[in-house]
Protein backbone atom coordinates (compact mmCIF):
# COMPACT_ATOMS: atom_id res chain seq x y z
CA UNK A 1 0.00 0.00 0.00
CA UNK A 2 2.95 2.37 0.69
CA UNK A 3 5.38 0.70 -1.21
CA UNK A 4 5.57 3.57 -3.96
CA UNK A 5 5.87 6.20 -1.55
CA UNK A 6 8.85 3.97 0.14
CA UNK A 7 10.59 3.30 -2.85
CA UNK A 8 10.04 7.11 -4.09
CA UNK A 9 11.89 8.06 -0.77
CA UNK A 10 14.60 5.44 -1.19
CA UNK A 11 15.67 6.82 -5.06
CA UNK A 12 15.69 10.49 -3.57
CA UNK A 13 18.27 9.29 -0.93
CA UNK A 14 20.22 6.80 -3.02
CA UNK A 15 20.03 8.03 -6.71
CA UNK A 16 18.67 4.87 -7.62
CA UNK A 17 14.96 4.36 -10.12
CA UNK A 18 12.13 3.95 -8.18
CA UNK A 19 11.66 1.15 -10.22
CA UNK A 20 14.10 -0.75 -8.97
CA UNK A 21 13.12 -0.90 -5.44
CA UNK A 22 11.31 -4.27 -4.64
CA UNK A 23 9.21 -5.35 -1.79
CA UNK A 24 12.25 -8.12 -1.03
CA UNK A 25 14.87 -5.52 -1.00
CA UNK A 26 17.00 -5.12 2.32
CA UNK A 27 17.87 -1.74 3.04
CA UNK A 28 21.38 -2.92 3.20
CA UNK A 29 20.87 -3.89 -0.18
CA UNK A 30 19.80 -0.31 -1.38
CA UNK A 31 22.27 1.03 0.80
CA UNK A 32 20.33 2.68 3.46
CA UNK A 33 22.28 2.66 6.76
CA UNK A 34 20.47 3.31 10.81
CA UNK A 35 20.71 7.22 10.21
CA UNK A 36 19.42 6.90 6.95
CA UNK A 37 16.59 4.63 7.97
CA UNK A 38 15.66 7.33 10.66
CA UNK A 39 15.79 9.83 7.89
CA UNK A 40 13.64 7.61 5.72
CA UNK A 41 10.95 7.48 8.20
CA UNK A 42 11.09 11.46 8.84
CA UNK A 43 10.80 12.03 5.34
CA UNK A 44 7.35 9.55 4.68
CA UNK A 45 6.06 11.24 7.27
CA UNK A 46 6.03 14.29 5.74
CA UNK A 47 4.71 12.15 2.53
CA UNK A 48 2.19 10.55 4.14
CA UNK A 49 1.12 12.89 6.68
CA UNK A 50 1.58 10.06 9.51
CA UNK A 51 3.01 9.55 12.47
CA UNK A 52 5.73 6.84 12.02
CA UNK A 53 7.08 5.66 15.41
CA UNK A 54 8.99 2.50 14.50
CA UNK A 55 8.99 -0.04 17.71
CA UNK A 56 10.17 -2.97 15.63
CA UNK A 57 13.27 -3.65 13.45
CA UNK A 58 12.38 -3.45 9.59
CA UNK A 59 14.63 -4.97 7.38
CA UNK A 60 13.32 -5.21 4.11
CA UNK A 61 10.83 -2.62 2.04
CA UNK A 62 7.66 -4.91 2.92
CA UNK A 63 8.87 -5.64 6.62
CA UNK A 64 8.41 -1.25 6.13
CA UNK A 65 5.57 -1.30 4.36
CA UNK A 66 3.72 -3.57 6.82
CA UNK A 67 4.63 -1.81 9.23
CA UNK A 68 3.32 1.71 8.27
CA UNK A 69 0.15 -0.41 7.32
CA UNK A 70 -0.53 -1.94 10.78
CA UNK A 71 -0.12 1.66 12.55
CA UNK A 72 -2.47 3.31 10.10
CA UNK A 73 -5.25 0.79 10.18
CA UNK A 74 -4.13 0.65 14.29
Known amino acids: MYLEA ?5 AERTGCDASTVKPENTF ?3 GIDSLDTVELLMNLEDKLGIEIE ?3 KVETVADLDAFIQSKVQG
Not at 6 to 10: P, S
Open 6 to 10: IAEII
Open 54 to 56: LDR
Open 28 to 30: AQL
